[in-house]
């Protein structure tokens, strides 16, 4: 056993610290670090689990050339040589790299430096373009720069928090337990969701409002009116410290709040709760970002903010909340197209020449580069010929993912830098380079309360991988830029980023933490967690509630913002609305989050979630199967029937891949639409159409080993012990025994255990190994009925006769699918609990069942459940 080590957990935006014990063995316990700020302690269920991702199962460990073992050596040269006769050949905006909230903040300065420093072009962009690009807008015209305001105390000390677009319970769910935490202990703080879908964070709310998807800019327009109608501006700071009141004022008048859907009573409700008490929050995130009018709607709701002076007070101000682990230290490093590093602006030459003559550099990009989605459409128009992609996995991710999966294909040189070969991006590269995972890299990660946090290694990096910031810097020598690329370790770039900074900070800039810029490694080492700026003059805290804005004239802007038609309208041929988004337990395209079995077992496949008149005019029953088209790609999804999404909108996850489902790449059906000013896609309302796939035959197969699965309608996860995997045909094989000897790869000899009915289209095999279950497969017309988690637990049992009865013996109850993942307790369980023991709160069933006592990410699933059950309990 090592000593534990402080890090950071590398998925979500709320950047929990995470105290790591590595095992010895290459795994390691994991608990929350009780010193760090945002978390306390706490983790959620993904937090949790992340002890259970640290195999080397799927791991890229050597170098790849054209799909063959390299050496570094080979590999490096023929990157380095690409690049560099490219760029000459046809110019450096024929390069781009394409990289990712992944990426620690040392690994962000190399790439961005030699792209826009060494190459000479602006092509360098992150995924985090998909996730808060008009955050970023926003925050840039109204601020100045792209500066978040307050911090997340300020969550908790608030009187009304507005969550708009925000599912924060899946997707941020540690700040939902302080939000949830905080409530709980002041009863009278008042919650509001804004969202078109009931989702788990809707439960905490007082006030729900389903508006009309991207209507957002009518509410928050309505709800500047009122408070000048009411007078609740702060006449002193408005008149101080803001521009563009008059303007902004004309366009929320002339905005028209029955765009929202919403009655007059609702927006009542909302404007009454959010005005009348002084310390308001508005938190917002995806529903608000990813949106062709993403900037406005972060405009209008800083509009507000703005207006009533609430902003960067105690629990006062704007929130956007990011998704990724350092989404934010890529917007701080330049890891966006049309940004310099520390927050200094491309378009500005002063800028410019002060970031050229800081690098000393032979050139510097004097324009911004292309935005993700017009990156994508140079690389399919053979404009861009040379492509490096890092850790992030756009042939799924990327809206029309269909489009940009061919774009990759035909690109004269792509190399991908990712932990594992088998994504679907990495599968079309002609250089593979192995990157070192998290628990093996070494920097700094910003969450999205601009606190600054190390992401410290405690497992060695395996076989040949490398470091990003390595890997980068040594393609950077051999291009011949061997002094400016000389790192010997991150704290080395972490110094040169901070002095840069306060470069940054003599323009006047936010980004300043050049007080660490002579830090040693030691002290780099060390670092605890600090809210940025850190320069001579100031440290940590908030911004703007002094008035004191990034502006020429150092004033705030207040924009003029109106209610634009929905770029996609539903029509005859497409009549439903497409709302993508996360789920609880996975992360981005699954490919470190799917490694745990129990994270799998709350959601184990894509799934279409639509309401019960739509299911029913499209022939959908709960459980079937349904082709969902839109105008550029299809899937098909599982039919999750329910009022939580209204009648003509659909709601799908986005993570599962074609490494993981045969149809389930949900960007593929999201039009390449794009916000104007942010260039961030709308992933929020592609309009579809959904039919019922017409399904001869259902499966459920459960092996050992990983399946082979050759179907029209396959989603495939670990199980513990094994796999498990889902399938659909739309004409049944004629010989159920081949077709399972296939799936599982299977000798001839290999003789299956078969229950059948051909009658009814009933067949159960189960292949026995060594007397012990190996694989099995379940058929059935209907979706298939048998207990899953309890079949996943006779994986390798020598006891496994009774498999193919599908359910348990009345002794060994069915647990059903998880919904405590850190406890492993089941749906059945806690139902049966609820009704025998007549429980009646969250705590109770805690206490019956540990469910939801540790990381609590399951409460309101719980809720849920007791919800459902009061009405039978009352009758009883
Ligand atoms: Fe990680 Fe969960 Fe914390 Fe997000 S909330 S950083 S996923 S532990």
């Keep these: 056993m090592g000593a534990p080590t402080r890090t950071t957990c590398p998925y979500c935006g709320v950047g929990c610290g995470v105290s790591a014990l590595p095992d010895g063995k290459g795994g390691a316990a994991i608990i929350g670090d009780k010193a760090h700020p945002a978390n306390k302690g706490k983790l959620c269920s993904k937090g949790s689990a992340l002890g259970e991702t640290l195999s080397l199962d799927d791991r890229l460990l050597r170098p790849q050339v054209c799909g063959q073992d390299s050496g570094w050596d080979e590999a490096l040269q023929l990157v380095a040589d690409k690049f560099r006769t490219t760029a000459a050949e046809y110019g450096p905006d024929a390069v781009a790299f394409y990289v990712s909230g992944q990426l620690l903040t040392e690994d962000y300065y190399v790439a961005n430096k030699l792209m826009k420093g060494y190459i000479g072009s602006g092509n360098i962009d992150t995924n985090s373009r998909l996730c808060m690009a008009s955050s970023v807008a926003g925050h840039r015209r109204a601020f100045g720069t792209d500066t978040v305001p307050g911090l997340y105390d300020d969550i908790e000390l608030a009187d009304t928090v507005v969550l708009v677009g925000s599912n924060l319970a899946w997707c941020h769910p540690v700040l939902y337990q302080r939000l949830a935490a905080a409530k709980s202990a002041r009863p009278e703080m008042r919650v509001v969701t804004v969202d078109p879908r009931r989702t788990a964070t809707s439960d905490l709310s007082d006030l729900h409002l389903a508006l009309r998807p991207g209507s957002d800019v009518a509410l928050f327009n309505a709800l500047l009116t009122r408070i000048v109608d009411e007078d609740a501006l702060d006449h002193a700071f408005l008149g101080a410290h803001v521009e563009g009141f008059v303007a902004a004022l004309a366009a929320a008048r002339a905005d028209d709040p029955e765009a929202t859907g919403l009655s007059a009573e609702e927006i009542d409700a909302f404007c009454r709760l959010w005005m009348r008490r002084e310390k308001v929050v508005t938190i917002y995130s995806q529903g608000v970002n990813q949106s062709s009018q993403g900037s406005d709607k972060v405009n209008a709701i800083l509009n507000c903010h703005l207006a009533t002076g609430r902003i960067g007070k105690p629990g006062m101000g704007p929130f956007s909340v990011t998704g990724q682990p350092n989404a934010m230290g890529g917007r701080e490093v330049g890891g966006l197209a049309n940004m310099l590093a520390c927050h200094l602006d491309i378009e500005n030459a002063t800028h410019r020449t002060a970031v050229h003559e800081f690098w000393d550099s032979p050139v510097i990009a004097d324009k911004p580069g292309l935005k993700a989605v017009d990156m994508f459409k140079a690389v399919g128009e053979g404009r861009i010929k040379a492509l490096w992609i890092i850790h992030t996995n756009p042939a799924v991710s990327m809206p029309d993912a269909d489009a940009v999966r061919d774009a990759i294909a035909s690109c004269d040189f792509v190399v991908v830098s990712d932990v594992t070969g088998r994504t679907d991006t990495a599968r079309l590269a002609h250089v593979l380079l192995p990157a070192t995972a998290w628990g093996e890299k070494d920097g700094t990660v910003t969450n999205s309360e601009r606190c600054i946090s190390r992401q410290r290694a405690f497992l060695p990096a395996p076989g040949e991988a490398r470091a990003d910031w390595d890997i980068l810097a040594e393609v950077a020598r051999r291009m011949g830029h061997v002094a400016a690329f000389d790192y010997a370790n991150p704290a080395e770039i972490f110094r040169e980023y901070a002095a840069l900074s306060g470069v940054a900070g003599k323009f006047g ?218 399938l659909a045909w739309e004409t049944a094989p004629q010989d159920w025994t081949e077709a399972a000897r296939a799936l599982f790869g299977l000798s001839p000899d290999a003789e299956p255990l078969v229950v059948a009915d051909p009658a009814r289209g009933l067949h159960r095999l189960a292949f026995l190994q060594d007397g012990r279950l190996a694989a099995a497969l379940f058929v059935a017309r209907d979706p298939v009925a048998v207990s899953r988690q309890h079949l996943i637990g006779l994986l390798g049992a020598e006891d496994a006769l009774g498999v193919l009865a599908g359910q348990p013996g009345a002794d060994r109850p069915d647990p059903g699918a998880t919904i405590c993942a850190c406890f492993d307790v089941g749906v059945n369980t806690i139902r049966a609990a609820i009704s025998a023991q007549n429980l009646t709160s969250v705590e109770a069933i805690g206490q019956a069942l540990r469910a939801g006592t540790n990381c609590g990410s399951c409460k309101p699933e719980l809720k849920a459940l007791l919800e459902a059950a009061a009405p039978r309990l009352a009758a009883e």
């Design 509 to 726: 800039r936010d980004f300043d933490i050049s007080a660490l810029a002579d830090c040693s490694d030691a002290d780099y080492d060390a670092l605890e967690p600090f809210h940025w700026p850190r320069s001579g003059t100031r440290s940590g805290g908030r911004f703007f509630g002094d008035g004191r804005f990034f502006t020429s004239d150092g004033r705030g802007r207040m924009l003029a913002v109106s209610t634009q038609a929905p770029v996609a309208r539903p029509s005859a041929d497409w009549p439903l609305v497409l709302n993508t988004g996360r789920l609880r337990d996975q992360w981005h395209t699954m490919t470190r989050s799917a490694k745990s079995p129990r994270l799998n077992a709350h959601m184990a496949e894509p799934y279409l979630e639509i309401h019960p008149v739509d299911a029913a005019l499209a022939g959908l029953s709960p459980a079937s199967l349904a082709r969902v088209e839109s105008p550029v790609g299809a899937a098909i999804l599982r039919v999750l029937v329910s009022d939580k999404v209204q009648q003509g909108q659909v709601f799908a996850p986005m993570h599962w891949t074609g490494e993981t489902a045969s149809a389930g790449r949900i960007d593929a059906l999201v039009p390449a639409v794009t916000d104007p000013v942010s260039g961030q896609p709308e992933s929020k309302a592609a309009t579809c159409r959904v039919t019922a796939f017409a399904a001869g035959a259902y499966g459920f197969a459960l092996s050992l080993e990983e399946p082979v699965p050759d179907a029209p309608y396959w989603a495939k996860a670990r199980a513990r012990g094994g796999w498990r995997c889902e």
